[in-house]
């Protein structure tokens, strides 16, 4: 990929302090590929924070607080590729799990198959971000695969929305599949994963979403923001899912305050408070497409 990393300027960075090998580390693929087996992936190495000595739990609690470990230096595009300026891509496990199951797929130029080779495609990109949950498995086949079945539709380049359409349901059905076979086994596969891909097909972008990842749009250098996906979440979506079995719940409890606190809303099975993901049988897509230089121009 020809990209420059840059460590963002924070105080982080002076709490850093060696490469580690993390379990499944920030992953982005080529910009282009030829036959659609999975694409070379470039790993880059995750920090880890200063080893140090608290005085206090509250000092340590302080710590988790303001110091976010694993911090990765962002990714970023060293020149313009057509109508794309540049783009830049960043992760952080958090300061909650040890772990990091957000994935990245990034194509500027989508290669045609070699059976349409003779067709008169316009410039094609394709940006994915994969949004994991209960293991990486998930996240890491949508980041290798999801681009890959949105392309060998038919229907792709021209009717762009109908491929996004039937290569998320195609998606969809692969990993079931897998996951089935996997409990066959007695391995039972419970990971899952919000996606939010962005399509550029010539001057007109397509984004799509299943879960609660949102992807947004600053124009007139940052003064409007336009919100480009609608989240799914399981308060707007409680019949549909009582309908499917499923159960929408909310935990209580008390802070150190004495308050009561009421959690977010969630979802059972699954336990997680978003309503939409891959690995679950859902065939709702929310597709928005607009003009690049109709928002650019604003």
């Given at each position: 990929?020809?990209?420059k990393?840059?460590?963002?300027?924070?105080?982080?960075?002076?709490?850093?302090?060696?490469?580690?090998?993390?379990k499944?580390?920030?992953e982005?693929?080529?910009?282009s590929?030829?036959?659609y087996?999975?694409?070379?992936?470039?790993?880059?190495?995750?920090?880890k924070?200063?080893?140090?000595?608290?005085?206090?739990?509250?000092?340590?609690s302080?710590?988790?607080q303001t110091?976010?470990?694993?911090y990765?230096?962002t990714k970023?595009?060293?020149g313009r590729?057509?109508?794309i300026?540049?783009?830049?891509?960043?992760t952080?496990?958090g300061?909650?799990r040890?772990?990091?199951?957000?994935?990245?797929?990034i194509?500027l130029?989508?290669?045609?198959?070699?059976?349409?080779?003779?067709?008169n495609?316009?410039?094609?990109?394709?940006?994915?971000?994969y949004?994991g949950?209960?293991?990486?498995?998930?996240?890491?086949?949508?980041?290798?695969?999801?681009?890959?079945?949105?392309?060998k539709?038919?229907?792709?380049?021209?009717?762009?929305?109908g491929?996004?359409k039937?290569?998320?349901e195609?998606?969809?059905?692969?990993?079931?599949?897998?996951?089935?076979?996997?409990?066959?086994?007695?391995i039972?596969?419970?990971?899952?994963?919000?996606?939010?891909?962005?399509l550029i097909?010539?001057?007109?972008?397509?984004?799509a979403?299943?879960?609660?990842?949102?992807?947004?749009?600053?124009?007139?250098?940052?003064?409007?923001?336009?919100?480009?996906?609608?989240?799914?979440?399981?308060?707007?979506?409680v019949?549909?899912?009582?309908k499917?079995?499923?159960?929408?719940?909310?935990?209580q409890?008390?802070?150190?305050?004495?308050?009561?606190?009421?959690?977010p809303v969630?979802?059972?099975?699954?336990?997680i408070?978003?309503?939409y993901?891959i690995?679950?049988?859902?065939?709702?897509?929310?597709?928005?497409?607009?003009?690049m230089?109709?928002y650019?121009?604003r």
């Amino acid at each position: 990929m020809n990209y420059k990393q840059r460590d963002a300027p924070s105080f982080l960075n002076k709490y850093l302090q060696r490469d580690v090998n993390p379990k499944r580390p920030f992953e982005s693929q080529n910009k282009s590929y030829q036959k659609y087996d999975v694409s070379p992936l470039i790993k880059q190495p995750v920090r880890k924070t200063l080893e140090l000595n608290f005085s206090s739990l509250e000092e340590q609690s302080l710590k988790k607080q303001t110091v976010l470990p694993n911090y990765e230096p962002t990714k970023c595009s060293s020149g313009r590729n057509g109508i794309i300026r540049g783009y830049a891509a960043n992760t952080n496990q958090g300061i909650v799990r040890d772990y990091n199951e957000d994935r990245v797929s990034i194509i500027l130029n989508i290669v045609k198959p070699q059976n349409r080779a003779t067709e008169n495609w316009p410039k094609c990109s394709f940006f994915g971000v994969y949004d994991g949950h209960g293991g990486a498995a998930c996240a890491d086949f949508l980041r290798d695969t999801l681009h890959q079945f949105v392309i060998k539709e038919p229907e792709f380049p021209w009717n762009p929305v109908g491929a996004i359409k039937k290569g998320f349901e195609a998606a969809e059905n692969h990993f079931l599949a897998y996951a089935l076979d996997q409990y066959s086994k007695g391995i039972p596969e419970r990971s899952g994963s919000c996606a939010i891909v962005c399509l550029i097909v010539g001057d007109v972008c397509y984004v799509a979403n299943v879960g609660d990842s949102r992807a947004v749009l600053s124009s007139q250098q940052g003064k409007r923001v336009n919100n480009l996906s609608i989240d799914h979440k399981p308060e707007t979506e409680v019949e549909r899912i009582q309908k499917g079995g499923g159960k929408i719940y909310q935990t209580q409890g008390i802070n150190e305050e004495g308050t009561q606190v009421t959690g977010p809303v969630r979802v059972i099975p699954g336990k997680i408070e978003l309503n939409y993901n891959i690995n679950n049988l859902i065939k709702k897509k929310e597709i928005q497409q607009f003009g690049m230089y109709e928002y650019i121009n604003r």
